[in-house]
């Protein structure tokens, strides 16, 4: 009786340790893959974009705070790229389609950053940019010429990217939206575009009707 | 207790860094064979652990249930893509693998299989091999990548080695209804 005593406890000791084990290894039941666990983490901590310069595809170069007042939809790319990335673009045209077109270029802009410098000149990049119909302006596409300053933008967004020895990547995609301080404000499921434009159109939304209801206060007080 | 000698041997090459290194480079090695050997080691071990320790296995392992929901915990929870990747990434879960894969899946596995009853037995076959079945069909069918770690090549390879392992473990199960033990010995 005494043995069985224990072994009952046994069983209850191994069970609640499962349960403590899958508990914590998952993030509580939510993340069952490292690339969730790497999206709830980010979303949570709101890492700042990093100081880099950008080189676009018209062969401006600029820092990332030119966009400085403005939400930037980001993708990460390189053109060479035969399918995630066309994918990941074309999904992106369509979110940009059904963003209300007074926010585009004023409240929001769009970029595509390639991970691949050396390779994504401005030129192949301006080529690239006509296949989605991107304007370079409103929706641009730019690499980062400084190696130093990509590896710390993608570290800090959690970008992985394999090479695979044969000139192409294996890489993690995903929408991401930053905010009009710089800071990372979502990353979304580059599948759901509907989803996606409907967030971003949503906070754009909630800030627009915020302006309009505070400018007739500034009025009446003056 | 030269088998507990050749566990020990096996354990410590598998964590020497480039036989561990090499051994998590391709997804199938990394967790169809280096986790089976390292729950293999800790197996080989059980013997003389039970001979130093043997109060504490018959007092908390009497009837074998504890060890084997502990194994099964241990060896689903290896099975999580996020599990696999973490094991690269992060070097605290890595050692969690050294540890757990054996002490806590091999050791208890070769403990209890012997004090369950057959039905406890084929519980366990059936549900690996549910289980492996259902892996098999997640990473074979998954659209995306489930691991940062390695390609979706590697991914859908593992899912056939998964429904390798479910077939053989129902195969398994399934003749020793057929087969006559007796007859062979």
Known sequence: ?222 | MRQAMYGLVLYVFLMLPPVANLAESVMTIHMHMQMPLFVIAGMLMTPFLKQQFPRFFAKWNSNGVPGIILFMIVVIYWMIPRTMDEALTIQAIEIFKFISLPFLAGVPLRDSWKKIRLVGKNIIFVTLSVICGFMAWLYIFSPEQLCNNYLIVEQITLGWAFLFLALSIMIYFVQQFFVDRSECE
Request: net charge negative.
């Open chain 1, 1 to 222: 009786m005494i043995k069985n005593k224990h072994n009952n406890l046994a069983i209850i000791i191994v069970l609640l340790f499962g349960v403590a084990l899958f508990y914590v290894g998952t993030d509580g039941f939510q993340a069952y893959t490292a690339e969730t666990a790497r999206t709830t983490k980010l979303i949570d901590e709101k890492p700042s974009f990093p100081k880099v310069t950008l080189e676009d595809s018209q062969e401006r170069m600029y820092p990332f705070s030119e966009f400085e007042g403005k939400y930037v939809m980001l993708t990460f790319i390189y053109t060479s790229c035969t399918d995630v990335c066309l994918q990941l673009e074309v999904n992106l045209a369509e979110v940009y389609d059904q963003i209300p077109e007074e926010y585009i270029g004023e409240d929001i802009a769009f970029l595509s950053i390639s991970f691949d410098p050396t390779r994504d000149t401005p030129e192949v990049l301006d080529k690239y940019r006509s296949y989605f119909e991107s304007d370079g302006e409103t929706w641009r596409m730019a690499r980062i010429p400084n190696q130093e300053e990509l590896d710390s933008l993608l570290d800090d967004f959690g970008v992985i990217v394999i090479p695979d020895g044969e000139g192409n990547f294996v890489h993690n995609s995903a929408f991401y939206l930053v905010d009009r301080e710089g800071n990372l404000a979502d990353v979304m499921d580059y599948t759901k575009i509907d989803e996606a434009a409907e967030k971003v159109t949503s906070i754009l939304d909630a800030e627009a009707t915020q302006r309009i209801s505070s400018i007739p206060d500034t009025e009446t007080g003056e």
